[in-house]
């Protein structure tokens, strides 16, 4: 077992401050307003396929729907601001979207309500005790979510727990690369909660093996700590996020705030590879485990050589489908966090 390194903010917090074990729903995604700057599309803006970043996400909805072909009840584990939930729901009998977060089951339903789409429902839950009875759903989908758990493994053991005997499962997940990066990166992001807390979020993610730590330093919000706050944000605009070599936005940020710190917590992730992510599903009882391409990314690649001004909609939506039913038979290599798929096998319990 590989000792988990410290590094020099960390060792500060724990000098200075007792932080609490928190997880990601309670201290990272209840303090956003929005996931994904609330830009994602058809959920916060219409559909514009000449943009690259909508048709990469029409192209990856498509392969879910190619993915998930047949299935009336659908599961999406931890769907943050109802992604892909409410871009499956039209095509399904009834998708139940849950999420350990509040905050983002309640913006997920504001969404359903704005985009009238009533076949979905939002509960807060976690993806590690789910409350649904063995066998409810034909399919379990889970975008970036299960890596966010307290754990993982038991995340995967309840949707095959769920799933009928025969039904699929489709996991994406942030790939951590172990080749190519860097051994350990840092960085820090400053964050008004929708509370008016003023938080000083810090990540340090391991590469090999994949693992991330990531605190929250709460600091009140008053014109000292909010006048710090408007200059750390400048100058990591102009700087970088990296607090080891900003020092500014780090340890010394830290110290000069010291008196106005309100609160701190921790939380750590395990993260898989596409080998580790495989190896799991089969331990937990999955067959046909396999990772496919990602339509998203075969969009993004083929985008440039398009020149999209001369394809009508239609067009561009016929490329949408073909690069899903594609991606969705491709065999991708097993190092770049594509998505995996699985079958709870027909005979199982
Ligand atoms: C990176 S976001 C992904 C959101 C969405 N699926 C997407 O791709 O835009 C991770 C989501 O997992 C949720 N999450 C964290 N811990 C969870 C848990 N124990 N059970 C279920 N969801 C959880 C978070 O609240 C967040 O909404």
Known sequence: ????????????????????????????????IWQAEGKLPVINQPLNLRDPAHF?????IREYLVQIKGAEEVLDIG???????????????????IDASLRRVEVSRSNAERLKIDNVKFAKMSAVELDFADKSFDAVVAASSIEQTPNP???LQEAFRVLKPGGGFSV???????TRQEPLSEAVSLLEHPDGVLGWHYRMKHRDPPWERDYLVKLKPVPETAEAFKKARELIAQAGDNPTTVREIGVEFLE?????????????????????MIESLEDVGFTDVRTVYSAARLARLIFPALSTSQMSDEQL??????????????????????PVVATKPKLSS
């Open 153 to 155: 493994i038991q995340a």
């Open 79 to 97: 769907p943050g601001d109802g992604w892909p939930a409410l871009r499956i729901a039209p095509h399904v009998r009834m998708v139940t979207g």
């Open 317 to 338: 939506t016929e490329l949408a489908q073909a690069l899903a039913e594609i991606a969705a038979s491709l065999p991708a290599p097993l190092d770049q966090g594509q």
């Open 256 to 276: 000069a705030n010291k008196t106005g710190v309100q609160a701190s917590s921790y939380y750590e992730l395990e993260h898989f590879t596409t080998q580790t």
């Open 1 to 32: 077992m590989i000792r988990k390194k410290y590094t020099a903010v960390e060792t500060w917090i724990w000098d200075n401050l007792q932080p609490e074990e928190s997880n990601s729903a309670a201290q990272t995604y209840d303090a956003m």
């Open 172 to 178: 994406d997940f942030e790939s951590f690369d172990v």
């Open 56 to 60: 990469a996400d029409e192209a990856r």
